[in-house]
């Protein structure tokens, strides 16, 4: 259960957001910091920016996932619950970006889905390895990061 929630408009720009405290701080922070981007750009882009769900923010010109909102949401948003292997590479994304982390290993990705009750991965390791081929992702010793080919597959 929630035990914060927060809605602000500034402009054509809404945030609405419901969770942890400390976590929805850290969401309104990477809002706030972006205002002045986000009113400077199309409204189409702007109105997509808005709260939770699967949206393409403009990063560098170039538009990418973001994941944000519960973990339940994003899995649905993203197509993620039959296949595991995308079921892994969105709980990967979603880690990225909504609890901030920047690198993960398959102990993240497993204890995320349990923690948050979407089920278990039959072989997170062999997910893992089926992302790495795909490009989707990148090892670094235990550790892994989704790239940007594994957060356009995800659109």
Not at 9 to 27: C, M, R, Y
Not at 108 to 131: F, R
Request: glycine residues 10%; hydrophobic residues 35%.
């Amino acid at each position: 259960m929630a035990d914060s929630k927060l809605e602000i408009k500034v402009g054509a720009i809404t945030f609405s957001g419901e969770g942890n405290g400390d976590w929805l701080s850290k969401q309104l922070d990477k809002v706030l910091a972006r205002i002045p981007e986000l009113l400077a750009a199309p409204s189409d882009i702007a109105q997509n920016s808005g709260s939770g769900g699967a949206h393409q923010p403009i990063i560098g010109g170039a538009q990418h996932t973001q994941a944000s909102g519960t973990l339940a949401t994003f899995l649905k948003t993203a197509n993620a619950n039959d296949s595991q292997t995308r079921k892994f590479l969105a709980t990967a994304l979603w880690l990225h970006d909504a609890e901030d982390k920047n690198r993960l290993t398959t102990s993240d990705v497993s204890g995320a889905l349990s923690k948050h009750k979407q089920g278990k991965l039959t072989n997170a390791s062999n997910c893992l390895a089926e992302n790495a081929k795909r490009g989707y992702c990148v090892r670094e010793g235990k550790q892994f990061y989704v790239t940007n080919e594994g957060r356009e597959s995800l659109k």
